[in-house]
């Protein structure tokens, strides 16, 4: 738990100060694994006699499931390990295990964290730029998070659920996810196909470039169509295959973002593009990150009022676009100086995105991530489905910043082509639009 607890802090520097967080960053790849292998095939053993039948297993013993199978870990985490083998019939699969006694480690180490912070809240002065407050909301949003992941049951639901989901669209990304095993799968054991691939770290400039991309656009996908969201897409969840195609790993934590938000982050992309920060302030409000009832954000003792300090943290050089990255960090620094509400699958999500970039400017200084992006935030914002996104798109349309957002990238052509599919779908509105009120009225009159 502690070792999860210091990666999710990693990703909080709006709680803990952005140079903690890059120190706490340095721990990702430093997990041990277990001493003996031996307990794993214990847990592993257990749950294969546990499982029976009814899950479709039939096999009893681990030499009988898997007839070949790693002596050690091939990977591993703060809450399982990864060993590599094979089913009777020859399939290769990743058998992940969970650690040992994790339920009272967890909750042993859950008491611990909060008697700490119930202490450092009244002896240590050198955490007076620290929200507590924020921190011990987000100690307790873990927490559970932490308590769902131990089923891993879990997360082979998530796994099938973004294959349903988005089954069209990884296809055409040229995205993977694993197969479930899921005879083969409990609470604490998940086994999935085994994807041949290389990490990241060991591709060459134009793979990581590659990769990054996809990942990118996967990740836009997801945000702004059904926000249905991998929340941790680190170098540690992503391979290359051989055949060019990005696999995705690791599904145990993930988000569903509201649907208002989506649309409203969506606005929020091209506004950016376009260095229009000042319509930043209220989008921010319909996105959740700042409370909308408190007309002064300022904490006390801060001077400059939050639009200009919005201003200056991102405007970077003039007519230069900043790096997604270093807006994040510079957003990051504002949050002790103004009263943020800032949900933790947000900064998830931005962290996964500065991740990201990082792997593809590593290879190409070029990379613009908003370009990758904005595909998906036009498509979420000329379709809305709220009454938050359709107040967005009117404030797009008929405000000439707004419209400089919509329009930012667009080639005239891709705008004609839009506006023909807007013109031809009128007339099947206003028909719909008539039949429901039809409906209606036969519907009381009856």
């Not at 960053?25 to 257990?46: G, H, I, N, R, W």
């Not at 546990?50 to 070949?68: L, Q």
């Not at 419209?403 to 807007?422: F, P, S, T």
């Amino acid at each position: 738990f502690f070792c999860l607890m210091i990666f999710l802090l990693a990703n909080r520097p709006d709680v803990i100060g952005a140079a903690t967080a890059r120190q706490l960053e340095k721990l990702q790849d430093a997990m041990p694994t277990e001493e003996s292998p031996s307990l794993a095939m214990a847990t592993l053993q257990e749950s294969l006699s546990s499982s029976g039948s009814s899950s479709g297993n039939i096999y009893t013993s681990v030499e009988a499931a898997f007839p070949v199978l790693s002596g050690e870990p091939v990977a591993a985490a703060s809450l399982a390990e990864v060993y590599r083998g094979k089913t009777p019939n020859g399939t290769e699969v990743a058998v992940k295990i969970q650690r040992p006694n994790l339920e009272r480690k967890v909750a042993l180490d859950f008491y611990i964290l909060r008697r700490l912070l119930s202490l450092a809240r009244q002896q240590l002065s050198f955490l007076k730029d620290v929200d507590l407050e924020m921190v011990q909301a987000v100690l307790n949003e873990v927490g559970s998070g932490i308590y769902a992941e131990l089923d891993f049951r879990i997360e082979a639901s998530h796994i099938e659920k973004f294959r349903r989901v988005y089954s069209q669209q990884l296809d055409e990304l040229g995205v993977i996810v694993p197969v479930v095993h899921h005879e083969l799968t409990s609470q604490r054991v998940l086994v999935m196909d085994w994807i041949d691939g290389v990490a990241p770290r060991d591709l060459d400039a134009a793979g990581r470039r590659h990769l990054a991309r996809t990942a990118v656009q996967c990740l836009a996908m997801q945000l702004l169509t059904t926000g249905f969201l991998h929340c941790d897409p680190h170098e540690g969840n992503l391979l290359m295959r051989s055949d060019g195609k990005v696999a995705l790993l690791d599904f145990g934590l993930v988000a569903q973002m509201d649907l208002e938000h989506q649309e409203a982050m969506a606005s929020g992309v091209l506004n950016i593009m376009a260095q229009n920060y000042e319509a930043l302030v209220p989008i921010f409000k319909r996105m959740g990150i700042l409370d909308p009832n408190v007309v002064d954000l300022r904490r006390p003792g801060v001077e400059e009022p939050f639009p200009d300090a919005l201003r200056r943290c991102m405007g970077g050089d003039a007519g230069r676009r900043q790096a997604f990255g270093q807006l994040y960090e510079e957003l990051s620094s504002l949050v002790f100086d103004y009263r943020f509400v800032i949900p933790s699958y947000y900064i998830l999500v931005m962290r996964a995105f500065v991740t990201l970039e990082g792997i593809a400017l590593s290879s190409d200084d070029e990379f613009n991530m908003y370009d990758a992006a904005a595909p998906y935030a036009r498509k979420k914002l000329l379709n809305p489905q709220t009454r938050v996104g359709r107040v967005l798109l009117r404030r797009a349309l008929t405000t000439a910043e707004g419209r400089q957002a919509l329009l930012i990238g667009l080639r005239w052509r891709q705008v004609g082509v839009w506006l023909m599919r807007q013109l031809i779908g009128v007339p099947r509105r206003i028909t719909g639009c008539i039949r429901r009120r039809f409906q209606k009225m036969t519907t009381v009159t009856s």
